[in-house]
């Protein structure tokens, strides 16, 4: 069964800094590997898809990375924003029709 | 507004009663699924179809019933509602199966089962 882990689960930031979240995969037979946002109270919103040809994939001040070698992703969030704040969930289809979530990294950007 | 519409938002169950929580998309999507999230568990998938007609068990199925009659709905059902059944219910879609593009998540339903 695939493994998804995320380090850390929490990270607090001030407004303005560059960071970096982590995702690590135990099984590196994956076609792509999704990044989401949660929202306290909300449900996941899709932020990028990474395919397995890609190493990386952009969209806005996000930049995510893609290494199946050694089963690590990246998502990097340039000039943090208060707004940013939220839950940072990477997941992993399987074969088998199934998502594999991390348990994710809860993020604040401190004004 | 397209989307995954879940209702109940929230829903507070005595032990033994069974309730139905409803998910309905207006994507035309072939792929449902039921999702369980509990703290420092993550998202645990419970039921998932890939079309009308079609379903199939996931991590988590013990408890639970589904079934998809239409491409629209994909309702979960809860037998005999236990505390540990306890958590936030998120129903979610994609065009054609995990990482294919465009899965979208519902809103969620918060049990408490008392």
């Known amino acids: 069964k695939q493994e998804v882990t995320q380090i850390p689960a929490a990270l607090s930031v001030p407004e303005g800094e560059n960071l970096v979240l982590n995702c690590s995969f135990t099984d590196s037979a994956i076609y792509n590997l999704q990044w989401f946002r949660q929202d306290p109270g909300k449900g996941l919103t899709s932020l990028l898809l990474i395919q397995s040809s890609q190493r990386e994939q952009t969209s806005g001040r996000l930049n995510a990375s893609l290494d199946k070698s050694s089963g690590r992703s990246t998502l990097y969030i340039a000039a943090s924003q208060p707004g940013d704040s939220a839950t940072y969930l990477c997941?992993?289809?399987?074969?088998?029709?199934?998502?594999?979530f991390g348990t994710g990294t809860s993020l604040t950007v401190i004004p | 507004n397209a989307g995954v519409t879940q209702t109940p938002k929230f829903q507070v169950l005595k032990t033994g009663q069974s309730m139905t929580l409803q998910c309905a998309q207006d994507m035309n999507h072939e792929y449902m699924s039921w999702y369980r999230q509990d703290p420092g568990m993550g998202l645990r998938l419970i039921h998932y179809s890939v079309g009308a007609g079609i379903t199939d068990q996931g991590e988590v199925p013990n408890g639970y019933n589904v079934s998809r009659s239409t491409t629209e709905d994909f309702p979960l059902r809860l037998l005999s509602a236990a505390p540990s059944q306890t958590s936030v219910y998120f129903c979610?879609?994609?065009?054609?199966?995990?990482?294919?593009?465009?899965?979208?998540f519902g809103s969620g339903t918060r049990l408490t089962v008392v």
């Open positions: 997941a992993v289809p399987s074969t088998g029709n199934q998502f594999y």
């Open positions: 979610a879609s994609s065009y054609l199966f995990p990482g294919s593009g465009g899965y979208t």
